[in-house]
């Protein structure tokens, strides 16, 4: 898959785990009411915006 945003990018966790924690959660639960197995979350957060000359 191959998303581009010039408004987000994909947010990078590092060593937070609880976050990664979150989002497996997440992905678990989502999994199991549809059905889907193959379930993957993607979190973005805002990109800085350019100044604008």
Do not use: W
């Not at 990018?9 to 990664?20: I, M, N, P, T, Y």
């Not at 639960?29 to 915006?49: D, F, P, R």
């Amino acid at each position: 898959m191959d998303i581009h945003s010039d408004s987000y990018k994909v947010a990078a966790f590092g060593e937070q785990e609880d976050a990664l924690e979150i989002i497996r959660n997440a992905e678990t639960a989502i999994a199991e009411l549809t059905g889907n197995t193959s379930v993957t979350l993607i979190a973005y957060e805002k990109s800085e915006q350019p100044e604008v000359k």
